[in-house]
């Protein structure tokens, strides 16, 4: 070690490394040592980040952060600041960073809900032999320690242990009189003559009044932590040997953190600098609001992570309380008039997922947590029936596009799985967030993406953070998950560049429209060519239970002049599009605001390659191809920009990852930097078009696509009162199914015998003499429902000329304000 530093040499034998991450570690600071700060604290950075990537830690992070004299959060900013020429940390390296972040983030939530409202005895001693045991039970009884909400449902149930344990003398009084109906615990002269017997009681003497009082205190489900306490925290007290001859609780857990090599949680109750916060950097959270969101001016108050949690978990359960695990009368009716009733596929396709949901999520979460992942299941099916309703609600007088789409398997299973995926984002959990769903229920990417609009729409009451989650899931879907091999989206390309399909991409010349929301599940999933919807003879249409191919109509059936499209490629580009243009002039707001002129000749190539070079995005990233082409037009336009300095900008744009650079296919299987894949693919395969941008006649510039403020904003969504997770502000809204059947059904099966007529004779004055009476006609409140119109059926037209002027009307007048 002559060539190194005698202090770091002296540090690498603290902490007990070998001599060859000594030369590797010291090799790693070598190369960023004139890039920054000499700071000795960034040889402990260098050694994390070379153990890491060898597998080959002696040390834990505690003992590494009390060698450098640093906290968890300065050491992890550290580490990335190391990352100055971007090939520094290895991905593994900032995966294990970012575990790290959020097993610490938890821990210090965890720690101050304990350590304030949850101090429930007033001797140390007591308060830190419960602590310390549940520590042991969140590292035995999980999989992954950064699952926030199971692992305060443990704290509580280790609180229940621990209470009844407890002198009634040193208890505070709430936890005093919840027990005080229960006989007392034995005292400590009792305990230690039960030494040869494991210190807890039998599972049916569990105080489930304790256990309520704790859960209210905390606004958390009891029976969920009931369940919790019945199935992991027993399991870990029957493995747990407090016994004479037994091992100690602080030594079975010493022996846990040294295996699990990341921060000792004990060190939370003495105040240890490597893990807790500054003192004014918590005060001033605690006093300062926070915003609800950027398009949102309300202040909030400021809430924890665990009651932001509950308040999330309190508000699903409420919306749901009255749904039920089985279709509701209405929707039994809609199974029975199909032409082939669901009902028993519905019902087994639910038992099928609800076992494998089940355990996988044991499988995730932990061993014994099989019955929890049910009872998620279960809140899920409650929310897919309660949205399956409200979508069939908005379908005109039940038609037959409504009866095929109740068949369709694929619909079934996306809902399921959109209904099971906001559960999961509710609860939280890192290790089961998007997309794991669709592993479990073996669904594509796109499949997924056709449910996210009309799940929002049907349901109102979706929280804003939930709603965001959902458009952030489609983002990754048309980013990134959607173009994966073996995605139906690149089946649906090839059909539309050989014509084979009705489908095709968005074309530029309606980028300049905003993106209407007026497409069906039906539009989507009944797809490439859906049959047009039939005006049927009075008869046939009073009577739900006719079949489609029963006995020809009595009368003349009205057939659309073509067939009518599925709208689900088309309705991907609009998206996709739009997602690239608001990426794009983000990055060159960081990078080009002093060359305003090349972000349209960049977003032309941009959109040029997802539109006629879409096998660029096989297994790659939407992103990707963004950088790619601004360095691309910079390069031709002599604009000095180096990739480095883009990728540095792109670093600090939202929902970004240093995979998308790090790691890019690029040939025969192979994965490298961003650099290489421009030089390898991306410039041979679009050379020539690069190349024209620099002649006298570039290509004609693509318009640029209308940004909406939100796609997921409707104006007719009802808006929670703050003060109450149950009462609603909603405008006043009459659904066009209940408007149309309630008060014109009888005069509408009067006139199909007219249409009919109308239709064959040509003549056009039946359709304009086709009249509502004297019925209200709210038109405001008929927006949505126009949503669900196609417009290629020629029913209603006069009624829905008023409404789309109307809405132009409006429209005009939001403009104004």
Known sequence: HRDKETEFVTLCKSLHVTDLVCDHAWTLWKTIQDSVEELESLWGSCLFATVTDMDTASFTLTQLLKAVSLNVKQFLALVRKMDVNLDTISTKVNSALSHLEKKYDVMLALYQRFENPLSFSREKETIRTCWTMFLLAKGRALQMEDDLVISFQLLLCTLEFCIKRCPPDLLQPLY??????????????????????????????????????????????????KNVYQTSFSAFLDSLDLSGSGKGLDQQYQEHYLKSRDFDGRLFLDGDE?????????????????????????????????????????QLRGDLTSSGDQPSTNLATYFKNCTVDPTQDVVKRLETFGETFSQRFGQAVGPHCVALGRQRFNLGVKLYYKIMEAMLKSVLLFHLISRKLLNDSTFHTSLLACALEVVMATYGGANMCFPWILDVVELTAFDFYKVIESFIKADPTLSKDIVKHLETCENLIMERIAWRTGS????????????????????????????????TAADLYLSPVRPGLRVLPPETAASPNTQASSQPPTQPVSQPARPLKSNSLSLFYKKLYRLAYTRLKMLCSYLLSSHPELEPIIWTLFQHTLQHEHELMRDR??????????????????????????????????????????????????????????????????????????????????????????????PNSPLRVPVSSNVYISPMKTSFLTFLVSSVFLQLINRF??????????????????????????????????DGQDEGDGRFASTRSRMQEQKMKEDAESRRE
């Open 488 to 519: 139906p989206l690149f089946d649906l390309l090839r059909q539309e560049h050989e014509g084979e399909t009705a489908e095709q991409v968005e074309t530029t010349a309606n980028f300049s429209q905003p993106l209407q929301h007026n497409h």
């Open 753 to 786: 015998q007219k249409i009919n007529q109308m239709v064959n004779s040509g003549d056009r004055s039946f359709k304009r003499s086709l009249d509502l009476g004297s019925t209200p006609k709210p038109l405001k409140r008929l927006r949505f429902d126009m």
């Open 621 to 714: 990233h939407l992103d990707q191809l963004m950088m790619c082409a601004m360095y691309a037009i910079c390069k031709v336009k002599t604009v000095d920009l180096r990739f480095k300095t883009i990728v540095t900008a792109y670093k600090n744009m939202p929902n970004t990852s240093q995979d998308t650079f790090k790691h890019v296919l690029t040939t025969d299987g192979n994965y490298d930097s961003i650099i290489v894949f421009y030089n390898l693919v991306f410039m041979q395969k679009l050379k020539t078009n690069i190349l024209q941008y620099a002649s006298t006649r570039p290509p004609t510039l693509s318009p640029i696509p209308q940004i909406p403020r939100s796609p997921y904003k409707f």
């Open 176 to 225: 005093k009189s919840a027990i005080s109906k229960v006989q007392s615990p034995p005292g400590r002269t009792a305990r230690r003559s039960q030494s040869k017997a494991k210190s807890r009681l039998p599972e049916s003497e569990v105080d489930l009044q304790l256990l309520k009082t704790l859960c209210q205190e905390n606004d958390c489900n009891s029976e969920e932590v």
């Open 274 to 314: 490597t893990v807790l916060v500054p003192k004014v950097d918590m005060s001033q959270v605690e006093r300062t609001p926070k915003k609800m969101s950027d398009e949102d001016s309300t202040l909030i108050p400021p809430q924890t992570p665990i009651r932001a949690a509950m308040t999330s978990i309190q």
